[in-house]
Antibody, heavy 123, light 107 residues
Framework: QVQLVQSGTEVKKPGASVKVSCKASGYTFPIYGFKWVRQAPGQGLEWMGWIVGYNGETKYAQNFHGRVTMTTDTSTSTAYMELRSLRSDDTAVYYC????????????????WGQGTLVTVSS | EIVLTQSPDFQSVTPKETVIITCRASQSIGNSLHWYQQKPDQSPKLLIRYASQSFSGVPSRFSGGGSGTDFTLTINGLEAEDAATYYCHQSSSLPETFGQGTKVEIK
């Protein structure tokens, strides 16, 4: 069965960086991509961007441009999301999520989600 | 950016009742509208994709409809386990966006 297992809770100081990993199993990795979505405490869902599994093409939300980098390692079926220059309002649960990609784009629904990684930014 | 507006924000419902949640898009998105269920302290789960296609394993009491700008999620015969927050999501254009969520409480 499809599983996305994310790395554990992180506590960071303002200005630092965080890198969240997401190990995929149970399916053919390159056919799909990853969308990253975050959820601040008690709030709704916010799309951060996507990365195509087979070629690493990315699209990022304008809100995160310049601060976020999404990558994949096909040899280990793992996706990564790095967020830099952290601020207190980056405190959130970060989800990796699978989506089908075709022709270098992923305009598709999210069909499976990781368990989430809580990132707390506090001085 | 396409704004998705859900209504209502909150609904308290008796078991076996029918629940209808609406999602309105600020511009036409065809059928690129998807619905998720999120229970407390859990990740969201896909219920309906492309407006009306039920995802594998989802109970038949969940159904979706609509196209263009107006969409609905219907829960026929609410069960206690359906207490959750429900989100719509559009993948028609970037940035992808989500509705603000509808919390369904069981009376």
């Amino acid at each position: 069965q499809v599983q996305l297992v994310q790395s554990g809770t992180e506590v960071k100081k303002p200005g630092a960086s965080v890198k969240v990993s997401c190990k995929a199993s149970g399916y053919t990795f390159p056919i799909y991509g990853f969308k990253w979505v975050r959820q601040a405490p008690g709030q709704g869902l916010e799309w951060m961007g996507w990365i195509v599994g087979y070629n690493g093409e990315t699209k990022y939300a304008q809100n995160f441009h310049g601060r976020v980098t999404m990558t994949t390692d096909t040899s280990t079926s793992t996706a990564y999301m790095e967020l830099r220059s952290l601020r207190s309002d980056d405190t959130a649960v970060y989800y990796c999520a699978r989506a089908y990609c075709s022709g270098g784009t992923c305009y598709t629904p999210i069909d499976y989600w990781g368990q989430g990684t809580l990132v707390t930014v506090s001085s | 950016e396409i704004v998705l507006t859900q209504s209502p924000d909150f609904q308290s419902v008796t078991p076996k009742e029918t629940v209808i949640i609406t999602c309105r898009a600020s511009q036409s998105i065809g059928n690129s509208l998807h619905w998720y269920q999120q229970k407390p302290d859990q990740s969201p789960k896909l219920l309906i994709r492309y407006a009306s296609q039920s995802f594998s394993g989802v109970p038949s009491r969940f159904s979706g409809g609509g196209s263009g700008t107006d969409f609905t999620l219907t829960i026929n015969g609410l069960e206690a386990e359906d207490a959750a927050t429900y989100y719509c999501h559009q993948s028609s254009s970037l940035p992808e966006t989500f509705g603000q969520g509808t919390k369904v409480e069981i009376k």
